[in-house]
Structure formats: C-alpha cells, structure tokens
C-alpha cells in the first residue's frame, strides 16, 4: 500500500471517528418545587449504567438569562440570575435502555463560594422513572459525596492527545492529497 492510499485510509478512519453522533440520545424533564434561591446549579453523573454521559448541553429548558456548560461529560454547570429553580431538562447520550444516577447541588451563589439551597441524589431512567435517594434542602445529604468538591470531577474535559492530533493531520493531508491529484 502506498502512502497516498495509507493516508487516505487513515482519514476515512479518522473522520468516522470524529464525526460519530449519540444516535440514541434522550431527555428527561425534571421539576423541583421549593427548591430556593438558586444562581448556581452542578448536575454530576456519579453512576453510569449505560446511559450518560451528558449530551450536548447537557441542560436545557433553563430559566431566562440561564446558561449550561459541559465542562466534561459528567459534569454540567448552570448559571444566571437567581431564581427558585423549578425545572429543566437533563440530555443524555448512550443505551436508552438503561439508567444513570445523578448528584446535584444548588447553590445561592456561586459554587463552592455560597451556600447550598438544595441537594439531591438520583437515579433516572428512560422513561422518565426517578429513584430518589436522598434530597435535603440546605447542608446537603449524608448519603451523598462531600459537597466541597473533593469527591467530584470538575475538570475540564481533556484535550486530544499529540499522537491523535498527529493522525487527524495525516488524515487531512492525505484526503488533500488525493483531491489535488484528481
């Protein structure tokens, strides 16, 4: 095989790679009545039967003036202004079959720097099942990590490594290669 074909090979491979899509994603809607004041929301995915990660978002249907980040696929964080947040919508990718357990906190400022208004473990399925495991409205639940953040991944999702940086650029030069010899 010679090197135009190798490359264009990998570039097949590579781009199926990247371009692959959460063909079985799903959503859930979530209420929360009397939940406090809230200007800051953390959703961590902490168990994963085959559900999660997060999906795009992550969390939508949010109150005006709200915005979700995915900072990594278990972790999503909401912010705006301060509202009794009453719901939204948790989007998953993965098996549909299956469920995913989630841990939450709400907080009346920013994370880490306020105080929790609301604290909740669960499970969620598919179709739309909540196995509630603790909640607590204030410190938290006992059941739950340590809502310092000790026990949650709140990092940012990592970057490529050199070597797949290395082949997508391999890939590209050799897709472009193939076209200018056309």
Known sequence: MNLKKWLTAAGVAALSIFCSTGAHAWAVTQSCGGCGPTATAEFFITGDTGAGPFDALGITTLPAGWTATLVNPHYVIA????????????????DIADSV??????????????????????????????????????????????????????????????????????????????????
């Open 79 to 94: 912010t705006g202004p301060s509202v009794n947040l009453s719901g939204w919508t948790e989007n998953f990718a993965g």
């Open 101 to 182: 357990e989630l841990d939450l906190f709400f907080w009346s400022g920013g994370a880490l720097t306020s105080t929790i208004s609301f604290a909740a473990d669960y499970t969620r399925s598919l179709n739309g099942g909540l196995s509630l495991h603790c909640q607590s409205f204030g410190a938290g639940c006992s059941a739950m990590n340590d809502p310092t953040g000790v026990d949650y991944d709140r990092s940012p999702a990592g970057v490529p490594e050199p070597a797949t940086l290395a082949l997508v650029g391999f890939a590209l030069a050799g897709l472009a290669g193939a076209r200018r010899r056309r």
